[in-house]
């Protein structure tokens, strides 16, 4: 039974080049998913299209992501030349998706991407406590990875909310890891 996490997705547009995330093939460490040894331990793993969306955001249909689909900000405007961060509902879009958090404790975020250039590489993870994280700003394009939120979370017992909001169009995300394994790092697709 997959459980869920309120994760409000946030992105405000311009161009990502903060490099404050782990991706996938840098710094890797072995995937060692053990059993949790204590009740506070838990690995979470959301599927981020059955977020809550709203403009730019959209689900999308493809071979090699999870269950099939995953949620996307497409190109907006005739090319990336074009100024995204023009259109309203780059300021406005937001995608919510829930989890229930199973202890009080320290999280690290992990999220499955698809970064489509130098401009198109990064999000905006909003906190239930207001603050943002920049989500990205690695150069792996073109193909699906791991980042890292930049820092760790503290995260209470029950229902959480988090939110992104549109930074970049030309991105997409397929799965969110929740976890309190801080030697965990995620290798391809993951399953719970």
Not at 121 to 138: E, H, R
Request: some cysteine.
């Amino acid at each position: 039974m997959r459980k869920i996490l309120l994760l409000s997705m946030l992105l405000v547009t311009g161009c990502g080049n903060e490099s404050n995330t782990t991706s996938g093939g840098k710094n890797s460490i072995p995937n060692n998913k053990t059993a949790a040894a204590q009740s506070k331990d838990y690995h979470l793993v959301l599927e981020a299209e059955a977020a809550v969306i709203g403009a730019p955001f959209k689900v999308a249909e493809e071979k090699g992501v999870s269950g099939g689909n995953y949620l996307r900000i497409p190109i907006i405007g005739k090319d990336q030349k074009t100024k995204a961060w023009k259109d309203p509902s780059m300021k406005t879009g937001r995608a919510e998706l829930a989890a229930e958090i199973p202890a009080n404790g320290e999280a690290r975020v992990w999220f499955r991407t698809y970064w489509g250039g130098t401009c198109s590489n990064s999000a905006k993870l909003v906190l239930p406590s207001g603050a943002q994280q920049t989500i990205g700003g690695d150069e792996t394009y073109k193909v699906w990875h791991w980042v890292r939120a930049p820092r760790s979370l503290t995260l209470k017992k029950g229902s959480q909310t988090f939110s992104i909001r549109p930074r970049e169009d030309n991105i997409g995300i397929d799965q969110i890891i929740v976890t309190t394994d801080k030697e965990f790092v995620p290798q391809g697709i993951e399953s719970e």
